[in-house]
C-alpha cells in the first residue's frame, strides 16, 4: 500500500520532513514569506555582488543575454522534468529523450536532405512516443518511475549511439540556428523567450486552472485523488507525454544551438535540470515542484556562473558554486520554514 | 563583423615577421609528401597473429575510423583475427578493452589517438605479463620523452599545430595587437604543452597581444563551453582569436562567437573531417584547423605496430608521426574524399615497407 | 502507597504556532486504569509521545517513574528499561513489514537471539507462541499491511503487553505502565472485550494502564480513574465514581459547548419513521453484488434513507462501499441509482463521482485527504470548476467559499490555508464530509466515518449526514460500533457471508438487536470472524 | 507529516503499488518464489546462451575472471549507495566521494610522495568525512536527500578539479594495483573477492542483527521507527558515513585499477550503480534494497555486457541490452508479484 509520500517531499524539496516530532501547522506567516522569496532574494543579492565587483561587464547587454539565453537547453529540459515530477513521477529518461530527438533532427536533415521543420516536427513525434512508453511502462505496468525511467533512458541513448553510429553529425540546416540561438529579442535569444512562454503555460495551468488543482492532488496524494473521481493515471500519461514533448523541444534547441548533434547532448544537462527543479521547489510554493520557482533557480544558476566566468574564475569555481548554492538554498529554506 | 584582416596594417607585429609568417602558412597549407621513417622489414612473422584496436572514444569520429583502418590493415598482413574494440572513452571502458585483449590472448593492441598508457599502468604492466605489445598512436607531441609502458608509440606536432594557428591569427589581425584565448581540456594530456605553446608563440611574436586561458573538461562541452566563451567575449571583446585545442570544442565555440557578434575567428588542433567541413560555409567565423589524415596515421600506427609486434625495434618516438596539413577557407576545398586533400602516396609508401605480406 | 507509577508535572508543548499541551501534570497510581480523555486535537496523543520521549517537551517538565526521576528529554527508547510500554495511535506497526520483524524491532533480547545473530525461525516460534498466549492467531511471517485492521490491533496490543510481562521478568519490577492510545476504533464490539481481560489481568499483576478513547461507555466499564485534558490543559481530574457521563462530557466539550445537546449519540436521527419512496426508479438498488468477500449481495436505499450495514469482520459488510464506487473490482453484479443502471464490474471512482455517489473512506489519512495541501482545497477538489470566471480558476474566492463552510462546520481552527494533515482527526473528517457534500451526492457511502472522533464531532457529523440525507441522498453507512448504527440509521441490514441476511427496521432498532442479529446471521451461515477463532 | 513511503516503494522497488484497489493480499507462494528468484534464472539463462553462441570464449577462465573482476568499482559503489537507500534515504553524492577519494590518493602518492598505504587511509578517512557532510545536511538540518546530496556531490566534484588541477595524475605506486586489479585467487582479481566480502557483511548485518531489523524500520517506515524508540538519526548517520567510506574504497580500486586518477573517475559509475541496487531489489527480498540481489544485479549487468563484447557486438547493443534488461527485469518482476 503506498501511501502518498512522494519525491518533493521524502527526497527532495523542503517538505522532506524528519520523522515525527517536526512540527508544521505553526509556520508563521513571516516564515512562510520569507521561505517563498529567498531564492528570488538570492538571486538578486547575487546579481548585485557581481554587478559591484564588475559593473562595466556585468551589466553589459551581452552578459544579460548570456545569462538569459545560454542556459535554454537546461531550462527547457528542466521544464520537462518538471511535469512528471508535480504528478509525483520522476522521469530520468528525459535526457535520452531529448538527445534522440536532437540526433533525429540532424539524421534527417543531414543525412536524408528532410527539410529542417519536419525533421523538427518528426522529433517532437519522437519526443511524444518516447514519453508514452515511459507511461506506459510506469504507469500502465505499475513500476517504479526511477528505475524504469533509467531503464528506457539508457535504453534510448543505445538507440542514439546505433542512428548516429556513435559519431558527432554536424551541418544541420543554419535556418534552425537563426530561429532559437541566433535572433534575439530585446537583444536576448529567441529560445529565451520559448522557454519562458512553456514556463508561464506551466505555471498557468497549475494555477488557475481545475485540471492544475487535479494535477496538485495526484501528485501530492494519489490514492486521495483517485477515490475522489480523478483520473489520475491519464494525468500522469499526459505528464510523461507532455515532458516527452518538452524534452524533444530540448534537443531542438540543442541542435539549434550547435547546429550539431553527437551521442551525448542533451542528457548532460538532465542532473542539472533536476537540481533546477528541486530548488524551484524551495521557493514561491515552497513544498512543492513549481513553473516560476523552477525558471527563477534555472536563472539563479546561470547568474552565478556566468558572474563568476566574467570575474575569471576557474572551471571548479562553478562546480564549487553550483554545490554550495545547491546545499545553502535548501538548508536555509528549510531553517526559515522553521522559524 | 569587420573582419581583422581588412583594418589598417597594426605596427604590433612587424611587416617582415608577417611576411615570413606567411611563408610559413603557406607551407603548411601544402599537401605532405610521405617520406620513410623507418627501414624496411618482413612482416611473414605476423600471419595468424591478432591485434585489438581501441580508440580513445568511438564518439570521435577520426579516431573512430582510423582505428578500424587499423584492423583493416592488419587483416592484410595475415592477422585476419584482428578485432575493433568500440567503445565510450574514459579510464573504465579502456580497462574493460585491455582485459578483453589480455583475457582473449591478443598479440598486439592499438590504442588509437592517446590513450594516455600512464592512466592505464596496471594493464600495461599485465600486458607486458601476458606478452602483449602495445603501440600507442598519436599521444603526444614529438617533443616528448617516449612512455616507458608500452612497446611504441606515434607521436603528433601538436604544438607545431598550434604555432601555425598563432602565425595565422596574427595574420588575420594584419599586424594589429589582438587577444587571443585559448580553450583547453586539461584531462588530455597534449592539451597543456598546446596552451603553453601557444602562450610562448604570442610572447615571442607580438608583445602587446594577451592570452587567456579557460579549461572546459570534454564531458562539460555540452553543458558549458558555449556559455564559457560567451562570458570570455563579455569580459574581454578584444578577443579575435580562439585556439581550440581539439576541433570537437567547435560546434559548441561558433555559436558563443556568432551571438557575442565579435569579430573573432577558431584556430583549431583536429583536422576532424566533421569540423574541417564547416570552414566551407563562409558564414562560420573559422581561421584555421590543422590536423593529420587518419588514414594516413591509421598506417604509421599500424607500421610501428608490425615493427614490435614483430620483434623489430621501433621508430623512436620523436619521428614517428604523421604529418598535419593546415586548413584555412582558401584550401578547404581540396578537402574532399577519398583521401581528404592528403594524396595517397602514404599507402603505397608503407606497403613498400612491409616485406613478405602472406598470400601477397 | 508512598510513590505513583507515572507522575508528569509541568509539561508543555509547542509545533509552531499550535500550542499543544501547557503546563500539564498527569498522575497514575499504581494499579490502576486511567482514562485520558479529551475532544479531537486536545492534546492527548502528544502527552504520550512525550511519554515515550518521541517528542522533547519544554524546560520545566518533570517526570517520574515509580517514585524515580527521569531525565528529560528522554533518549530514544529509554521507555523501554524505565518499563513503559505503548500502543500509539494507528497502532505504530511498520507497515510494510512483518508481524515478526514488528516484534523484534527495537528490542530483540531473546534468550536464542544474541546481538550478533537472530534466530529466525526460532523467534518465529516464539512469535507465534506469545501470540497465541494472548490469544492471537497470525502467522508471524505475514506482512502488516495484509492483516485486516483488527488483527494488527491485536498484535499490536499482544506486542506492548509482552514488552511488559518481558520487563517485570527482567527487572523485577512490579511496577510498569501500559499505554493505550485509541485501541479501540480498530476493534469491533466482540473484540473489546479481548482488550479489557488483557487489561485487567495486566492491572491484576500490579501494573497500571492509561487508556485514551472517545467511547464513554468503554471508559465507563474499564477505568478507574479519568484525567480529561481540553485545549491542552488538565482540565479535571475525577474519580468514574465521582462522576457522571454527562459530567464528563461537560468536561470535555467545555461548559459552553455542552449547552448544545452532543452526549453520546445524541438524537441525530428523526424519532419517527418517516415514508420512504420505494419505487424501482428512484433511489439505490444494487443486485448481485459480487468481489472481495462480497457474494450476491442485494441491497435497496430509498431517498433520505439511512441504511446501516452491520456485520463481523470478515462478513463482507467494510467491502461494500469499495465495490460500490468502484475502488476495488467487483466481480459482479448491477448497481441502479435514480433509475440509471451500471454493471459494477466496469465501475470505477471517477464514473462513481460523475453518477452523484460518494465514498467517505475509513483509512482517512491515506484515502481521504492530502495532508500537505491546504484545507480549502481539500474541501473544494471535487468543484473546483465552479471557480472558474473567465477560463481562470479564482483561488480567492475558492478560499471564501471554504471559509464559509467552516464557519457552518465550526472547524476548529478556522484558517482554511493550513495543510490540512495539521488538523486533528474530528476536523481533517469534517473536512472529508464537507468535500464530499459539496457536489450534492445522491448516494454518500461510509466507512467507519466516526473511527476516531471525539464525542462533540461525532454528534456534529451525525447532523451534517442527517441534514443531507433529508434533501434526498441515500446513504450507505457500514460501522463497527453498533451504538452508532443504532443512532443513525432508519433500518440496519444484517450481512453475513458476503450476503445480506436480514433486515431491522426502524421500529425495532436497537444496539442489542443489531448484536443479537449479527451473531445470529454469522452462526447461522456457520461463519465465525476470522479473527474470534481460538478465543470464546 | 512525512508518511513512511520511500524511495524503493514509491520509485523504485516493485512494490512501488498503484492507487487504492489494486488488493496486494493474494499474493501466491510460487508468485513469491517466483519473482525471488525471477533475477538469478535471468542470469542464468543469459550465462547459458552466451556459452552456447560462443562457447570456447565465453567459458574460458579469461572471460569468467573477467566477468567477475572487471565491474568492481562498479560493485562497491552500487554497496556504497545501497546503505543509504535500505534506510530510506538516497546519495547522489557517492560518485563525486569516490572520485575525490581516488584523486586524493593520486597527489598524496604521486605529487607528495606519501605512501600508498597511507594515502589510502586518508582516502578512507575522506570518504567518512564526505559521509558526515551529507548525514549533517540531510539527516541533522533534516532536508531532502534527493537534491542535498545531488549538491554536495557537485560540491565534492568541484574539489577533485581544484585538487586534480583539472588533469589526470598517473603514476600512482604499482603495489595498489598489484593489491587490487592484478593479483588474484582461483584465477579472479582479489578486488572482487573485497567486494564480496562487503556485500556478504551488509548481507549479514541487515538478515540476521538486531541492528539490521532496526535499519529495516528506519527505511520502511521511519516513523514508526522513532515511536519504537529506534535512533533513526544516529542508523542514518551510520549509513552516510559507511556509504562514504564504502565509495572512497570505489575510489581505492579505481586507482589500483587504472594506475591514475582524473577529474572524471568514479562518478561515470553512479547511474549505473543505482540501476543496479533498483534492479536488486526485484529480486531475494523482493521489495526492499538488498545486498545479495545488489550482487546478483551487478553480476547480470556484466554478463551482458562482457558476453556482448565478447560477440563483438557494437556499443549500442550494450546499452540497447543495459536498457532493455531493466526494463523487463522491472516489468517482469512487477508481473510475477500480481499473479
Ligand atoms: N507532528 C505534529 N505537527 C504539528 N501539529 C501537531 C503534531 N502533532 C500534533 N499536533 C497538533 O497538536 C494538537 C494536539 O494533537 P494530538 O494528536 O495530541 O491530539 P489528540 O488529543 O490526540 O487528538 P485526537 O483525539 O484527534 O487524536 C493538535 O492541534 C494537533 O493538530
Ligand atoms: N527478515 C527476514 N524475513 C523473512 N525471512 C527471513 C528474514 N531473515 C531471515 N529469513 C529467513 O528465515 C530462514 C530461517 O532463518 P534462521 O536460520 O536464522 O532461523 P533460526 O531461528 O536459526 O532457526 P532454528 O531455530 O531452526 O535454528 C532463512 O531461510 C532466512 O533466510
Ligand atoms: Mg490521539
Ligand atoms: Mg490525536
Known amino acids: 500500500m503506498s501511501s502518498s509520500t512522494e519525491v518533493v517531499k521524502r527526497q527532495g524539496g523542503p517538505d522532506a520532513r524528519g520523522p515525527a516530532g517536526n512540527g508544521s501547522g505553526g509556520v508563521t506567516w513571516l516564515g512562510r514569506w520569507a521561505e517563498r522569496a529567498a531564492l528570488p532574494v538570492a538571486w538578486l543579492v547575487l546579481f548585485v555582488v557581481f554587478a559591484v565587483l564588475s559593473p562595466d561587464r556585468f551589466l553589459s547587454m551581452g552578459n544579460v543575454s548570456n545569462i538569459l539565453g545560454s542556459q535554454s537547453i537546461l531550462f527547457m529540459l528542466a521544464l520537462a522534468a518538471l511535469l512528471p515530477s508535480m504528478v509525483g513521477d520522476i522521469d530520468l529518461s528525459l535526457g535520452g529523450v531529448g538527445g534522440l530527438a536532437a540526433i533525429a533532427i540532424a539524421v534527417l536533415n543531414v543525412n536524408h536532405g528532410v527539410p529542417i521543420t519536419l525533421a523538427c516536427l518528426v522529433a517532437v513525434g519522437i519526443g511524444a512516443v518516447c514519453g508514452a512508453l515511459n507511461a506506459l511502462f510506469v504507469v500502465r505496468f505499475n513500476t517504479g518511475p526511477f528505475i524504469m525511467t533509467l531503464g528506457t533512458g539508457t535504453f534510448f541513448t543505445g538507440l542514439i549511439f546505433w542512428v548516429a553510429n556513435s559519431t558527432t553529425i554536424v551541418g544541420v540546416a543554419p535556418e534552425l540556428s537563426e530561429w532559437t540561438y541566433l535572433r534575439s529579442l530585446l537583444g536576448v535569444p529567441v529560445q529565451f523567450f520559448y522557454c519562458l512562454l512553456i514556463m508561464l503555460a506551466i505555471w498557468y495551468v497549475a494555477t488557475y486552472t481545475p485540471l492544475g488543482v487535479r494535477a496538485l492532488f495526484v501528485g501530492q496524494s494519489r490514492e486521495v485523488a483517485v477515490l475522489s473521481g480523478i483520473k489520475a493515471d491519464r494525468i500522469r500519461w499526459g505528464a510523461f507525454v507532455l515532458a516527452g514533448v518538452i524534452a524533444a523541444l530540448a534537443g531542438v534547441l540543442y541542435v539549434g544551438t550547435t547546429g550539431s548533434a553527437g551521442p551525448t547532448s542533451v542528457d548532460t544537462f538532465l542532473l542539472p535540470a533536476y537540481a533546477a527543479i528541486f530548488l524551484g521547489a524551495t521557493s514561491i510554493q515552497p513544498g512543492r515542484f513549481n513553473a516560476l520557482g523552477t525558471g527563477i533557480a534555472v536563472l539563479f544558476l546561470a547568474t552565478g556562473v556566468a558572474g563568476l566566468q566574467l570575474l575569471g574564475a576557474q572551471d571548479y569555481a562553478q562546480q564549487l558554486f553550483y554545490g554550495a548554492a545547491l546545499v545553502l538554498a535548501v538548508t536555509i529554506s528549510r531553517y526559515l520554514r522553521r522559524t | 563583423a569587420n573582419d581583422a584582416a581588412s583594418s589598417e596594417p597594426g605596427t604590433a607585429v612587424s611587416a617582415e615577421t608577417i611576411a615570413q609568417l606567411k611563408t610559413e602558412i603557406a607551407a603548411g597549407q601544402e599537401q605532405p609528401q610521405w617520406a620513410a621513417q623507418g627501414p624496411a622489414f618482413s612482416v611473414a612473422g605476423l600471419a595468424g597473429k591478432k591485434i585489438l584496436s581501441m580508440p580513445v572514444s568511438s564518439q570521435l569520429a577520426g579516431c573512430d575510423s582510423m582505428a578500424r583502418d587499423v584492423v583493416e590493415i592488419a587483416k592484410s598482413v595475415g592477422m585476419t583475427e584482428s578485432t575493433y574494440f568500440q567503445n565510450d572513452g574514459g579510464p573504465a571502458a579502456w580497462v574493460q578493452g585491455m582485459n578483453l585483449a589480455i583475457n582473449q590472448g591478443f598479440d598486439g593492441v592499438a590504442l588509437v589517438c592517446g590513450i594516455d598508457p600512464a592512466a592505464l599502468a596496471p594493464q600495461m604492466e599485465a600486458a607486458k605479463q601476458a606478452g602483449m605489445k602495445v603501440v600507442d598512436m598519436h599521444l603526444a607531441d614529438v617533443s616528448e620523452a617516449a612512455s616507458p609502458l608500452i612497446a611504441g608509440q606515434t607521436n603528433g606536432q601538436f604544438n607545431d599545430a598550434m604555432r601555425k594557428g598563432v602565425a595565422a591569427a596574427l595574420v588575420d589581425a594584419n599586424g594589429n595587437a589582438i587577444d587571443a584565448l585559448v580553450i583547453t581540456s586539461n584531462e588530455n594530456p597534449p592539451s597543456i604543452g598546446m596552451e603553453q605553446t601557444v602562450k610562448d608563440e604570442f610572447a615571442r611574436l607580438c608583445k602587446e597581444c594577451g592570452v587567456e586561458s579557460i579549461n572546459v573538461p570534454i564531458p562539460s562541452y555540452a553543458t558549458d563551453l558555449s556559455g564559457a566563451v560567451r562570458s570570455a567575449l563579455v569580459r574581454n571583446p578584444d578577443i579575435r582569436a580562439i585556439f581550440t585545442v581539439y576541433d570537437a570544442q567547435t560546434p559548441f565555440v561558433l555559436p558563443a562567437i556568432k551571438a557575442s557578434r565579435v569579430p573573432a575567428k577558431t584556430y583549431a588542433f583536429g583536422g576532424d573531417e566533421q569540423f574541417v567541413k564547416l570552414m566551407a560555409d563562409a558564414s562560420n567565423p573559422m581561421g584555421t584547423d590543422m590536423g593529420p589524415n587518419f588514414s594516413w596515421m591509421a598506417y604509421t600506427g599500424a607500421d610501428q605496430l608490425f615493427r614490435v609486434v614483430a620483434g623489430q625495434p621501433p621508430i623512436p618516438a620523436a619521428q614517428a608521426y604523421s604529418p598535419y596539413r593546415l586548413w584555412t577557407p582558401a584550401n578547404v576545398g581540396e578537402f574532399t574524399p577519398p583521401n581528404f586533400g592528403f594524396g595517397d602516396s602514404f599507402v603505397d609508401g608503407y606497403r613498400s615497407l612491409w616485406l613478405d605480406v602472406p598470400g601477397a | ?536
Open chain 3, 1 to 536: 502507597m508512598g510513590t505513583t507509577a507515572l507522575e508528569m508535572r509541568g509539561v508543555s508543548k509547542q509545533f509552531g504556532a499550535t500550542r499543544a499541551l501547557s503546563d500539564v501534570d498527569l498522575t497514575v497510581e499504581h494499579g490502576e486504569v486511567l482514562a485520558l480523555l479529551g475532544e479531537n486535537g486536545c492534546g492527548k496523543s502528544t502527552l504520550v509521545k512525550v511519554m515515550a520521549g518521541v517528542y522533547e517537551p519544554e524546560p520545566g517538565a518533570r517526570m517520574s517513574v515509580d517514585g524515580v526521576d527521569v531525565a528529560l528529554p528522554m533518549l530514544p527508547g529509554t521507555y523501554r528499561e524505565i518499563g513503559l510500554s505503548f500502543v500509539h495511535q494507528d497502532l505504530g506497526l511498520a507497515r510494510p513489514l512483518t508481524v515478526l520483524e514488528n516484534l523484534l524491532g527495537g528490542t530483540v533480547d531473546g534468550t536464542a537471539s544474541s546481538r550478533w545473530r537472530i534466530r529466525w525461525r526460532h523467534e518465529a516460534r516464539r512469535a507465534t507462541e506469545m501470540l497465541r498466549s494472548y490469544g492471537v492467531q497470525v502467522d508471524p511471517w505475514t506482512v502488516v499491511d495484509h492483516l485486516a485492521p483488527v488483527d494488527q490491533a491485536l498484535v499490536a496490543i499482544a506486542r506492548a503487553a509482552e514488552e511488559l510481562k518481558q520487563h517485570r521478568e527482567r527487572s523485577g519490577a512490579s511496577s510498569s505502565v501500559l499505554v493505550l492510545d485509541e485501541p479501540t476504533v480498530f476493534l469491533p464490539e466482540e473484540e473489546v472485550s479481548f482488550l479489557f481481560d488483557l487489561i485487567r489481568s495486566v492491572v491484576a499483576s500490579g501494573s497500571s494502564v492509561v487508556f485514551i478513547s472517545h467511547d464513554l461507555p468503554a471508559v465507563r466499564e474499564i477505568a478507574d480513574r479519568v484525567t480529561v485534558l481540553r485545549d491542552g490543559r488538565v482540565a479535571a481530574s475525577a474519580r468514574m465514581s465521582d462522576v457522571t457521563d454527562e459530567e464528563i462530557v461537560e468536561l470535555i466539550v467545555g461548559p459552553a459547548a455542552s449547552a448544545k445537546d452532543t452526549f453520546g449519540h445524541g438524537e441525530a436521527r428523526s424519532a419517527t419513521g418517516r415514508e420512504f419512496d420505494r419505487s424501482p426508479d428512484t433511489g439505490l438498488h444494487v443486485t448481485g453484488l459480487s468481489g472481495g468477500r462480497v457474494r450476491d449481495l442485494h441491497l435497496d436505499v430509498a431517498p433520505g434513507e439511512v441504511v446501516g450495514l452491520a456485520g463481523l469482520i470478515g462478513s463482507g459488510a467494510e467491502d461494500v462501499p469499495y465495490l460500490l464506487f468502484g475502488a476495488r473490482p467487483a466481480t459482479g453484479g448491477e448497481l441502479t441509482l435514480n433509475g440509471r443502471t451500471t454493471p459494477l464490474t466496469r465501475q470505477n471512482p471517477s464514473a462513481a463521482v460523475s453518477s452523484g455517489i460518494a465514498l467517505i473512506p475509513a483509512e482517512r489519512r491515506r484515502d481521504a485527504i492530502a495532508p500537505e495541501v491546504s484545507v480549502a482545497e481539500n474541501m473544494m477538489l471535487l468543484v473546483v470548476s465552479r471557480f472558474r470566471k473567465r477560463g481562470r480558476l479564482r483561488p480567492g474566492q475558492l478560499r471564501a467559499t471554504a471559509d464559509e463552510r467552516a464557519e457552518m462546520l465550526d472547524l476548529r481552527p478556522r484558517r482554511t490555508t493550513m495543510p490540512v494533515g495539521t488538523l486533528s482527526g474530528g476536523n481533517a473528517q469534517k473536512v472529508v464530509l464537507a468535500k464530499w457534500l459539496e457536489i450534492r451526492p445522491q448516494l454518500l457511502l461510509l466507512h467507519e466515518p466516526t473511527q476516531g472522533v471525539d464525542v462533540a464531532a461525532r454528534a456534529e457529523i451525525y447532523r451534517i449526514i442527517q441534514r443531507a440525507a433529508e434533501g434526498g441522498m441515500s446513504v450507505v453507512w457500514v460501522s463497527s460500533d453498533f451504538d452508532e448504527l443504532a443512532a443513525v440509521s432508519d433500518r440496519v441490514v444484517i450481512v453475513s457471508g458476503g450476503v445480506a441476511t436480514t433486515a431491522i427496521e426502524l421500529s425495532d432498532i436497537s444496539p442489542e438487536a443489531i448484536t443479537t442479529g449479527v451473531y445470529g446471521a454469522a452462526a447461522a451461515t456457520g461463519e465465525s470472524s476470522i479473527s474470534t477463532v481460538g478465543r470464546a
